[in-house]
């Protein structure tokens, strides 16, 4: 079966330092993986995803993630952390027929 | 691209009434939309797959006769609680996914509060 883990609940950085948000996988096959966001209240917005080509993909609002095939991780991460970064981030991986599995989902908090 | 809308937005209602709550891919075609639950601060539960043109698939737990979804078109699909009851208020956010894509495109989700 396909999953993902977000092993941290909260992350909390300050602001103007860089942001990493954990997620590992385990799936048979290649993996599709993805980032979404979701702010108070809202639905998830799309980040960025890994189908397939370069390890370190870049995504919105400056965010960028690195797939490791070796440790089965997909780490979110970003150089300078704004206050407005501060979200609710979930890790997803693609299973099939559309459907995705969504990690517990990580609280990033950005203190200015 | 790729915007899907919820309506309505927030939605309170007395306990035994239905509510219906409508997703639409606004500038794509999407064959399949997805319909989750949400409780607060957990993560997304997927209640069921909808399917243009199809019966929808539910999750295993999920009540296919209290949470009934239609997909009647390619850009809209719509899920009703019936007999809502206080145990059903969570929020509820639909995806759409666009033909040929892996990615979903999630609407804003609607707020149910059933007294």
């Known amino acids: 079966a396909q999953s993902v883990a977000q092993p941290e609940d909260q992350v909390n950085v300050a602001e103007g330092n860089p942001l ?27 980040l960025l995803k890994y189908i ?8 919105s609002y400056g965010f960028e993630a690195e797939f490791n095939k070796s440790q089965t991780s997909f ?9 407005s970064d501060s979200a609710l981030y979930f890790c997803a991986v693609y299973t099939n027929a559309g459907k995705s599995t969504f990690g517990d ?8 | 691209g790729a915007v899907v809308s919820q309506h309505p937005s927030r939605v309170i209602c007395k306990s035994g009434t239905s509510v219906k709550i409508e997703c639409r891919s606004l500038d794509f075609q ?3 939309m997805f319909w989750y639950r949400q409780f607060p601060k957990q993560s997304l539960m997927l ?3 909808s399917n243009e043109g199809s ?23 719509t899920l009703t ?4 009851h206080p145990e059903d208020s969570s929020f509820y956010i639909c995806s759409a996914c666009n033909v040929g894509e892996e990615t979903q495109y999630f609407g804003p989700g609607t707020r149910l509060l059933v007294l």
């Open chain 1, 20 to 46: 990493t948000v954990k997620c590992t996988y385990s799936v048979s096959g290649n993996p599709y993986l993805f980032w979404y966001v979701q702010y108070p209240n809202r639905g998830l917005q799309f």
């Open chain 1, 52 to 59: 397939t080509g370069d390890n370190l993909v870049k995504g």
């Open chain 1, 75 to 83: 780490h979110l991460k970003k150089p300078s952390a704004l206050v």
């Open chain 1, 105 to 112: 989902g990580t609280t990033l908090t950005v203190k200015p």
């Open chain 2, 30 to 32: 999407a064959t399949t």
């Open chain 2, 47 to 49: 209640m069921a797959t």
């Open chain 2, 55 to 77: 019966k929808a698939t539910y999750e295993q737990g999920v009540e296919k006769d209290k949470f009934l979804i239609n997909h009647a078109s390619l850009t809209l699909s």
């Open chain 2, 81 to 84: 609680v019936t007999s809502a």
